[in-house]
């Protein structure tokens, strides 16, 4: 049976809509956990799913209002342009993708893209990876499916309306004051990205030919 058919009648939904997001250090913590048990993102996802479905349902809501704060703040030009080089170009859908595998992989990654999106080269230097690209699709959902798979509602239902300006996965792309399909720029904003990802890849695919 898989842990999430185990439906505990312990598990009371919030009396309340919540706005108050889950202590930073916790939330972290949890992301931690679930790196520490997971050799890919599948196994991320059960992994994390399994941590949360041990929390009161308030501290669910409270996970998810600081991952949803988390992925605004990756809402940029700069994170952007760290998504088309790291992916091979992107959109929207995918952007968000990108800014939740960011976030799935743990505090120290995610303060220093949020520093300096190019710092994320820092992490890699071989540049694409041959199962994956940098994205997370179905990280943001986990608490809403716990909330389904145990009262059958979904997790919004439970979340202050004032709060809701934080969810991102339906926002247009960000605003730029520069071209984002000019390689040139990405170069400029993105440049230790740009090398590995971009002109060392490429170069090395040339050399195979």
Same mark, same amino acid.
């Given at each position: 049976?898989?842990?999430?058919?185990?439906?505990?009648?312990?598990?009371?939904?919030?009396?309340?809509?919540?706005?108050?997001?889950?202590?930073?250090?916790?939330?972290?913590?949890?992301?931690?956990?679930?790196?520490?048990?997971?050799?890919?993102?599948?196994?991320?996802?059960?992994?994390?799913?399994?941590?949360?479905?041990?929390?009161?349902?308030?501290?669910?809501?409270?996970?998810?209002?600081?991952?949803?704060?988390?992925?605004?703040?990756?809402?940029?030009?700069?994170?952007?342009?760290?998504?088309?080089?790291?992916?091979?170009?992107?959109?929207?859908?995918?952007?968000?993708?990108?800014?939740?595998?960011?976030?799935?992989?743990?505090?120290?990654?995610?303060?220093?893209?949020?520093?300096?999106?190019?710092?994320?080269?820092?992490?890699?230097?071989?540049?694409?990876?041959?199962?994956?690209?940098?994205?997370?699709?179905?990280?943001?959902?986990?608490?809403?499916?716990? *909330?389904?798979?145990?009262?059958? @509602? /979904?997790?919004? %239902?439970?979340? $202050? =309306?004032?709060? +809701?300006? #934080? *969810?991102?996965?339906?926002?247009? @792309? /960000?605003?730029? %004051?520069?071209? $984002? =399909?000019?390689? +040139?720029? #990405?170069?400029?904003?993105?440049?230790?990205?740009?090398?590995?990802?971009?002109? $060392?890849?490429?170069?090395?695919?040339?050399?195979?030919?």
């Amino acid at each position: 049976m898989n842990f999430l058919d185990d439906i505990f009648n312990s598990f009371s939904p919030p009396t309340d809509r919540i706005s108050k997001m889950l202590e930073e250090d916790f939330f972290w913590q949890i992301i931690e956990d679930s790196l520490e048990q997971a050799n890919n993102l599948q196994e991320q996802k059960y992994t994390l799913a399994k941590e949360l479905n041990n929390l009161v349902a308030d501290d669910i809501v409270g996970f998810q209002l600081r991952l949803e704060n988390y992925l605004f703040s990756l809402h940029n030009p700069e994170i952007w342009c760290a998504a088309c080089i790291m992916n091979d170009d992107t959109d929207t859908k995918h952007f968000y993708y990108f800014k939740n595998w960011i976030v799935s992989q743990g505090r120290e990654l995610y303060e220093r893209a949020i520093a300096n999106p190019d710092e994320l080269a820092y992490y890699f230097d071989e540049g694409f990876n041959d199962d994956d690209l940098y994205e997370f699709e179905g990280f943001n959902q986990v608490t809403d499916e716990i *909330f389904m798979m145990r009262i059958n @509602k /979904p997790i919004q %239902d439970y979340i $202050d =309306e004032s709060s +809701l300006i #934080l *969810f991102t996965e339906n926002s247009p @792309k /960000p605003e730029f %004051d520069w071209d $984002d =399909e000019n390689m +040139l720029n #990405l170069q400029i904003f993105c440049p230790r990205l740009y090398k590995i990802f971009i002109e $060392d890849y490429f170069d090395e695919e040339d050399e195979e030919e």
